[in-house]
Structure formats: C-alpha cells, structure tokens
C-alpha cells in the first residue's frame, strides 16, 4: 500500500474536481459496520422484555409499527423482525398481526443491498443454527433471508436530521449512529425521537450511546443495553423539535393519499400539504383525521420561512 500525503487545500481542490472523490469520501465517513444480533445479550433482553410486551399492549389493534434509522445492509432491521418473528409464533398471534418495520439509511448502495437480503456464509457466526435454518435459505455459498422476514420490512433511503420523520412507533432502535453526530444534532434527535414514539414507545441505543440531558422526556428500562422508555407526559418534546430541517421541498399534494400525508406530517397540530408552488397548513386532529378543509391557518409558500438546512 503506498500513501501520499497532500495539503488539505489541495485535497479541497482534488474534491471541487472531481466530484466522484467527493461520493467516495462521503461513502468512507457513512462507516456501514453491522451485524446479525450485535450485543446478542441486548437483543435476548430486547426479546424477552420488550418485544413480547409490545405484542400483548397491541393484541387489539393487531398491528406494531418499528423505526430503525441508520439501518445499514439490514441486518439490524432483520434481526428485529426475526425476534418480533418469533415472539408472534410464542403468543400464537402469527397471521392477522401486522408488524411493519420502516428501516432507513443515507447511504443508498446498503439500502439496495438491505432489500436483496442477500448475505455472504460468515453470517453463520452471529447466528444460532437454528435461526439460520428457519429464517434462511442457502444459496450457492450465500444465505437469503425468507419472504416472510423480508416482507415485514420497508427499506428506504432517508437522512434522519433532515427528513420527515415517521411516527406513531412502538420501538425505534437507532443503534451505532448518534456516535458518528454531534452533540447537537444529537439533542435534535433526542427530541425528534419523543415525538415519533407512541406514549409507552419504547428507544434502543448502541451501547456507547445514550439518552443524554433527555433524562425527563425517557425513563431507563436497561442502562447496561440502552433501552428507554418515553415518559408519560402531556408536554411532548415536539415544541424542541426543530421541524424545519424535516421538511421536505415538496410533496405533490395530488400524489399522496391522505392518509400517507398524515404519516409525513411534521408537527402534531398541523398538517402541512404541499405542492410545488404553494403550501397549506390545516389543521390536524391526533385522532388520525383532518378535522377542517377550510384553510384556517396560514396560507403561502412555507418553505420560504424555514431557516437553511443544516448541512
Ligand atoms: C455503524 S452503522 C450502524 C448500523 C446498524 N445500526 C448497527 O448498529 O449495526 C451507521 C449507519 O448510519 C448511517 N447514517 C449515518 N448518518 C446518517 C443519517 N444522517 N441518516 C441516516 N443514516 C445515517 C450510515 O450510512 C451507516 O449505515
């Protein structure tokens, strides 16, 4: 291997021309390290504690929703299926229960390969025989996961300090991606993620991150494994939430359902619709309707208020 060395003016100006140096870099920082069950004893907890809780609190609305932003190549996003896979077949409750698991990240190239579900035999070493025969099949030298598991999951690339959120979550696992922010952006999250959570939703953390200052908005359900539990509370973090920078430039109003647009909407008391033009605020009922078509609100090109976005 040889190594040049260069000024950091010149490797700016190697960047400003050549815009496919830039593409790489931005793949280096991204640092898509994952696994099957990494910290399987955090995962074991998560089953045994978490998950088949949350299915018992859901036996009448037959249906979970899950969040787990930075995904990477989906073996997080997997995992967790496998276990909500497993806990469903345990309470007997496999069929008429719908778990959904939105699994996003920046990088586009790991969500292509997330939604092949495609992994090379070495996997065999974060996983028990067991599961790997039972969620797998073998192909060639490869393992794929099983129709079953990859259809609880929607892969899609999405930058989580910049993007609408989803909401109404019962668990998000952001695992191993708030180290790589700052502090900042990571407060900002903090928030957003009380915002996302249904009241009793339930947050997992890598190891080597935590909830920080956001000590009154979560309680501790494990500190060794990082999980939390949004408080109960009627004051909800969304005021710190800087919406702003999750704004979308422009959803085509016409294209969307409504009840699309209500999973898109940034604030709990407003719906924003947009089209390329204009933006409408109307507002919003948390019973999941539009209680109003008349504009009551605000009328104008919203995206000419909003501050410029972080980068
Ligand atoms: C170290 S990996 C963690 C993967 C997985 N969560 C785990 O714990 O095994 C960090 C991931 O975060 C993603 N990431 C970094 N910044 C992001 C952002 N702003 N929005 C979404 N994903 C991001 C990277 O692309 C990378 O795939």
Not at 42 to 57: G, P, Q, R, S
Not at 267 to 285: A, F, K, Q
């Amino acid at each position: 291997m040889c190594t040049i060395w260069v000024k950091t003016e010149q490797y700016v100006r190697f960047l400003q021309d050549n815009p496919q140096e830039v593409e790489l870099l931005f793949k280096e920082l991204l640092i898509g390290v994952t696994s099957f069950f990494r910290d399987p004893e955090a995962f074991e907890l998560l089953k045994k504690t978490i998950v088949l809780d949350i299915l018992k609190n859901n036996e009448n609305e037959r249906a979970v929703r899950v969040w787990i932003p930075g995904c990477s190549t989906g073996e997080e996003a997997y995992s967790i299926a496998i276990i909500f896979s497993e806990c469903l077949s345990k309470l007997r409750l496999k069929g008429d229960f719908k778990v959904q698991i939105f699994a996003t990240d920046i990088d586009k190239a790991a969500i292509d390969k997330a939604r092949q579900g495609l992994y090379p035999a070495n996997i065999a070493a974060d996983l028990s025989p067991e599961r790997l025969e039972h969620f797998f099949s073998k192909e060639d030298n490869k393992y794929q996961i099983n129709k079953d598991i990859r259809e609880m999951v929607v892969f899609a690339p999405h930058n989580v300090t910049m993007d609408p959120p989803f909401t109404r979550l019962d668990l998000i696992s952001c695992r191993n991606l708030l180290i790589y922010l700052t502090a900042e952006l990571q407060k900002k999250l903090m928030a957003l993620f009380h915002y996302s959570l249904m009241p009793d939703g339930i947050l997992f953390l890598g190891t080597s991150e935590t909830i920080g200052r956001f000590i009154d908005q979560f309680s501790t359900v494990d500190t060794k494994w990082k999980i939390y539990q949004r408080r109960h509370s009627e004051q909800t973090a969304a005021d710190t939430v800087d919406f702003a920078h999750f704004y979308r430039e422009a959803i085509p109003a016409g294209e969307l359902a409504l009840n699309k647009l209500l999973n898109w909407s940034p604030s709990p008391r407003w719906l924003i619709v947009c089209s390329l033009r204009t933006s409408l605020l109307l507002p919003y009922s948390s019973t999941n309707r539009v209680t109003s078509y008349t504009y009551t609100a605000e009328q104008g090109n919203i995206s000419n208020r909003l501050p410029a976005r972080p980068i």
